[in-house]
């Protein structure tokens, strides 16, 4: 699936100035790169709920849809290694009347399924053979991409860049010529957060996610040596 990025960059400024830790004229500046790019891939968690009189049929009733779906999924086209499922969850219900004990009312039995999705295009899809074959909520659908850390560096190099160029405008415009570096700071950014959309109930479509795009960006703080024009 091709990816089509939108890319550029803003940057905020210290202006000059003669402090204890930098004895001399100094631009301190943030450079900022972003690029957006259109998700390839996705990964979806939904769960079932069932609640009955009986632990063991709660428990059967999860375990059957958990079955169902898996096999729908594949049946649809998925690989079975795309396809995961948590441990059971069996908790008793009570109702407490304003006097008296509590009241034993039932059992509700939980399972999560858990579904990487290779082409963001078919999400819509197996998400909704999920929905229609026994899951009935949805944790979260994250859209994500699989070059990573080939749009990070780019985004790095942008960074870099805007504090390269922006000091040197700024440099200029208040008479100073742009000497070297002093000192660069540099954070390794957190892991993508890529689009998450949250829903709550089970018939809810995926169509929602036409055209997102996925925001990577860095920065890079520098200080650079300001010289007096000759």
């Known amino acids: 699936m091709l990816l089509f990025l939108i890319v550029f960059v803003t940057s905020s400024v210290s202006w000059p100035s003669f402090s204890q830790d930098v004895p001399f004229p100094h631009l301190s500046i943030n450079g900022y790169g972003l690029i957006k790019v259109a998700p390839d891939s996705a990964h979806f968690r939904v769960r079932v709920v069932e609640s009955t009189m009986n ?41 407490y009347p304003k ?26 899809q197996y998400l909704n053979v999920a929905l229609s074959n026994g899951m009935n909520q949805v944790d979260n659908v994250q859209l994500k991409v699989k070059r990573e850390s080939e749009f990070r560096q780019q985004a790095r190099m942008l960074a870099i860049e805007d504090a390269k160029n922006q000091a040197e405008v700024l440099a ?29 109930t089970a018939r809810s479509s995926a ?8 925001s990577i960006t860095d920065q890079v703080s520098v200080v650079f040596k300001l010289e007096a024009p000759h």
């Open 99 to 124: 006097s008296g004990e509590a009241e034993l009312v039932g059992y509700r039995a939980t399972r999560i399924m858990t579904v990487e999705v290779a082409e963001v295009d078919k999400l819509d």
């Open 172 to 200: 200029k415009g208040f008479g100073y010529r742009l000497g070297g570096v002093w000192e660069i700071n540099y954070q390794q950014p957190r892991n993508l957060q890529p689009i998450v959309q949250r829903q709550s």
């Open 55 to 95: 632990a063991e049929q709660a428990k059967q009733a999860v375990d059957n849809s958990v079955n169902t779906v898996t096999r729908a999924l594949m049946k649809a086209g998925m690989s079975r290694a795309d396809i995961s499922s948590s441990n059971l969850s069996v908790t008793p219900q009570y109702h």
């Open 207 to 214: 169509a929602q996610f036409n055209d997102p795009t996925i």
